[in-house]
């Protein structure tokens, strides 16, 4: 599984942005998904999951309420829709894979994306 991470850019605090990761491969719908975020200077982060079929969520304390992740196994897509942007949510994201099982620590997973820069200004 290759995955694509796509969406970041530059927004005022406040606004929105959408990433998407896209998969390639067959076998997508086998693995849960999880976005990770790596603050400058500082460690990469979990930021949200979803499991294989897309009914468990799981978000860190700090997007609650302001990110929501989804997916499409049919495009082989996962997004997170990002709200209410702060300056502290400035990071590169990840997106990443793991066969059939949740993680939300920053080790274990099968495959990574690339990342895409996020910057929220303020």
């Known amino acids: 599984v290759q995955l694509q991470a796509s969406g970041g850019g530059l927004v005022q605090a406040g606004g929105s942005l959408r990433l998407s990761c896209a998969a390639s491969g067959r076998t997508f719908s086998s693995y849960a998904m999880g976005w990770f975020r790596q603050p400058p200077g500082k460690e990469r982060e979990f930021v949200a999951a979803?499991?294989?079929?897309?009914?468990?969520?799981y978000y860190a304390d700090s997007v609650k309420g302001r990110f929501t992740i989804s997916r499409d196994n049919a495009k082989n897509t996962v997004y997170l829709q990002m709200s209410s942007l702060k300056p502290e949510d400035t990071a590169v994201y990840y997106c990443?894979?793991?066969?059939?099982?949740?993680?939300?620590?920053?080790?274990?997973?099968?495959?990574w994306g690339q990342g895409t820069q996020v910057t929220v200004s303020s």
């Open positions: 979803i499991n294989v079929i897309g009914v468990n969520k």
């Open positions: 990443a894979a793991k066969l059939r099982s949740v993680i939300v620590t920053t080790t274990g997973h099968d495959y």
